[in-house]
């Protein structure tokens, strides 16, 4: 892990001050960066991809005024290694974080996973932050460039130091709830003063910044605010799924307030505004719980997500419903277009480079159990590997899922994946089978 540079910092106290060494300082022309990340939404889940009553205004816009790919796609439907995929630039078996809770053999009277706070537990889960350690995440790259760097919302990495964010909200301690964000959680359910002054104070110091915007939205509680849950009441007689449809509206509300504190700050212009869904979520009619083939699966509802690339003036604002796009391209995507290097062995490309475009052949994706099985290799928790070569998706289960047989869908015709063509397309199956054992082929494949 590369050591970020010393940065004085000016924060809230809710923001925790992170001190480095050798200090850089910017060029007054450089771009700044905001990465917003919904939290378990379904890629139909927006107005703007049909959706026929939930209302998101603010994403409308920005979809709008972005080069977006409604054929984006998270390489894997679980929120840690989402996550860990998106700030790294790499496959979950690359940078090995595969699941949200590290191995725990101390179970005990039907206990699903161990009190978060157990001390060994702890250092289990402590122990699993090496995996992090040893990435160049996004945040450390720009540091070299002179970048200020603030961690808000969803967050499991430990300190978000260990990725080298100068600023952060989660105090990560987990002794005291610091599982997966803690205090950082706060930020959109509970406003946005803590980026509004992290704004303020890069701008007076002219320092360029990167900021993650990873509020606990929609994701559950469902709890959304009576005068946003009372439009949706009356649009379906599942009371759940209208608490889940406001919660997607409370988190375009959000959106919107952090895009205009881009235009109250004059940043609108100079700053790159990346989004995507660290993972997608179908809502059940009966409860706030996530129906299958959504959330942790590798089917469309599970993996698919609107991505948006908007830099006014640069980016020409443009509705992609065909290109295959990842979250492993945000990474080299951002590098190349802040012109600084991006990292050898970075499997994305830069999207907006029309011949890497040209040349993508096929996009993939893996998932893997919830509990991560073992701490340094990923194969025992693999469940399914999945690639998609235009038109057509292959879900090809692991050893683990006994009894499962590969499923082949033309994710165009049918995106909702209802009919199962691998039994008719068998030497269609054979060729995707072949490109998933090029790219990842484990012991458990």
Not at 117 to 128: F, G, L
Request: some cysteine; overall charge negative.
């Amino acid at each position: 892990m590369n050591a970020p540079h010393r940065l004085l910092l000016a924060l809230p106290a809710l923001c925790l001050a992170l001190s480095f060494s050798e200090p850089v300082f910017a060029q007054d022309d450089q771009l700044n960066v905001v990465v917003i990340l919904s939290d378990d939404q379904a890629w139909t889940d927006y107005s703007f991809m049909g959706h026929p009553h939930i209302q998101t205004p603010n994403l409308d816009r920005l979809a709008k005024e972005s080069l977006t790919f409604t054929r984006g796609y998270s390489p894997v439907s679980l929120c840690r290694p989402s996550l860990a995929t998106i700030i790294s630039g790499l496959y979950p078996h690359q940078h090995g974080i595969v699941g949200n809770d590290p191995p725990w053999s101390g179970m005990q009277n039907g206990e699903r996973r161990p009190p978060h706070n157990q001390p060994a537990y702890v250092q289990n889960r402590m122990d699993y932050l090496q995996h992090v350690d040893k990435l160049d995440c996004h945040p450390e790259l720009l540091a070299r460039h002179g970048y200020r760097s603030l961690q808000t919302g969803k967050w499991w990495e430990g300190k978000p130091s260990r990725a080298g964010f100068t600023d952060a909200m989660t105090h990560a301690d987990f002794t005291r709830d610091g599982r997966h964000g803690d205090d950082g959680l706060k930020i959109g359910r509970e406003g946005m003063q803590v980026i509004d002054e992290f704004l303020a104070d890069t701008q007076a110091k002219k320092q360029p910044f990167y900021l993650w915007y990873a509020p606990f939205l929609p994701h559950t509680p469902h709890n959304p605010p009576e005068r946003l849950l009372a439009k949706y009441r009356d649009k379906t007689d599942s009371l759940p799924m209208a608490k889940y449809w406001a919660m997607c509206e409370w988190f375009d509300e959000t959106c919107g307030e952090l895009l205009g504190l881009l235009d109250k700050h004059s940043l609108a212009e100079n700053t790159l505004v990346v989004y995507v869904t660290d993972n997608g979520w179908i809502n059940q009619t009966d409860a706030s719980r996530y129906a299958p083939r959504s959330k942790r699966s590798p089917n469309e509802g599970g993996t698919r997500t609107p991505i948006m690339y908007r830099l006014p003036g640069v980016i020409e604002p443009r509705m992609d419903t065909t290109t295959l796009a990842s979250t492993i391209d945000v990474v080299p995507t951002t590098q190349k277009l802040l012109g600084f290097e991006v990292p050898e062995g970075l499997p994305g490309i830069d999207v907006l480079d029309s011949d890497e475009v040209e040349l993508r052949d096929a996009i993939y994706g893996e998932i893997f159990e919830h509990d991560i099985q073992h701490m340094d290799d990923p194969s025992p928790s693999l469940q399914y590997r999945w690639v998609i070569q235009g038109d057509y998706k292959l879900i090809d289960p692991s050893k683990r899922m006994s009894g499962e047989s590969p499923e082949l869908y033309n994710v165009v015709k049918d995106p909702h994946e209802n009919q199962n063509l691998a039994d008719q397309q068998p030497e269609k199956v054979e060729t995707l089978q072949s490109l998933l054992d090029e790219w990842y082929l484990p012991d458990s494949a």
